[in-house]
């Protein structure tokens, strides 16, 4: 069970560290370039591969719950104030169907950390240039495979359904939790929820290191101004 909640913890750090770093990575090069456009595609550049894998990503899943697609960007596109770094268009469906669409970067994104550790890293004997890109492709799926607003318009809806069915449950003494804590607390899945939380620890220390640097780079910079 504990692994389960480290695992959770571990998802939040990730995200509030990616929004971070990207803040850090847009105001650096904003006070390099004084122009938010060049800004917007030199971290579409950095962010690229990430957001192929977060788009198709959706993309994949619309595609095997049959749902039709339209195109496929990942060049950032300025729409007012908004800024999108990549984007697929989805045909409207079920909130069942557009949340599993919505947070398919995040699953897929999990998945393809785990096969990268897997069947990469036993390979990686010491630091060298694999090590190096091993690094940056955990970097770029661990920062880009968190869903925006947009994509979980139906999330919402679907949690408000599980609420009111754990709900229901409770009413008739139906105890939703305890099956739950047996089942994350199975030799198996803790097992498993281990070996998770040691890969997602990956990113999180890059993310970590990154902006620890971050931080200090900005407080010399402003030291000497």
């Known amino acids: 069970m504990e692994y389960s909640i480290l695992f959770f913890i571990e998802i939040v750090s990730l995200l509030l560290l990616s929004q971070l770093l990207s803040k850090m990575l847009s105001s650096f090069f904003i006070k390099i370039t004084h122009s938010v456009k060049v800004t917007i595609h030199l971290l579409s550049v950095i962010f690229l591969p990430g957001v192929m894998v977060h788009e198709l990503a959706h993309w994949f899943m619309a595609s ?24 697929v268009a989805v045909a409207k469906t079920d909130p069942l169907r557009k949340t599993f669409i919505g947070v398919a970067p995040i699953i897929i994104g999990v998945l393809l950390m785990m096969l990268l550790f897997y069947y990469l890293a036993p390979s990686i004997p010491a630091f060298n240039w694999q090590t190096l890109v ?11 495979m968190f869903s925006s607003r947009k ?27 305890v099956y739950v804590v047996n089942f994350l607390s199975l030799p198996t899945v803790a097992d498993f929820m281990k070996k998770l939380n040691g890969i997602m620890f990956i990113p999180l220390t890059i993310d970590i290191i990154l902006c620890s640097i971050g931080i200090i780079f900005g407080r010399r910079r402003n030291h000497y101004y």
């Open 64 to 87: 095997i719950l049959f749902v039709r697609t339209g195109d496929i960007e990942f060049l950032p596109q300025i729409q007012g104030d908004v800024v999108k770094l990549g984007s």
């Open 134 to 144: 091993a690094a940056y492709l955990f970097f770029e799926i661990g920062n880009t």
């Open 151 to 177: 994509d979980l318009e139906g999330t919402l809806f679907m949690v408000v359904g599980i609420v009111f069915i754990i709900a229901l449950l409770y009413v008739f003494k139906i105890q939703v939790h």
